[in-house]
């Protein structure tokens, strides 16, 4: 399986950002994907998760402001981040739990 994330990027407080991960070398169909997130200095700590194409989880830092979904024709997961604040600054991963598989990152930076 490989992981290919996308998205990040240097946006304002209370701003927007969306995050896609495309999923490759697996077989069926992508249900479950997570994500994940490291600020600098601290442990990666995981964010939202996504199973059965449609059940979806959240971190409570998150909860109300993050949406994570999947586009099964294209294995594309996303993470629709809204009400963005300095403190969800970090590199975001995604991951495919299945084989414990993580994309290579993406920068998330919020300023105030």
């Known amino acids: 399986v490989q992981l290919q994330a996308s998205g990040g990027g240097l946006v304002q407080a209370g701003g927007s950002l969306r995050l896609s991960c495309t999923a490759s070398?697996?077989?069926?169909?992508?249900?479950?994907m997570a994500w994940h997130r490291q600020a600098l200095g601290k442990e990666r700590e995981w964010v939202a998760r996504i199973t059965g194409g449609d059940t979806t989880t959240y971190a409570d830092s998150v909860k109300g402001r993050f949406a994570i979904s999947i586009d099964t024709a294209t294995s594309t997961v996303y993470l629709d981040m809204n009400g963005l604040k300095p403190a969800d600054t970090g590199v975001y991963y995604c991951?495919?739990?299945?084989?414990?598989?993580w994309g290579q990152g993406t920068q998330v930076t919020v300023s105030s």
């Open positions: 070398g697996f077989y069926g169909t992508l249900q479950n």
């Open positions: 991951d495919y739990p299945l084989t414990g598989t």
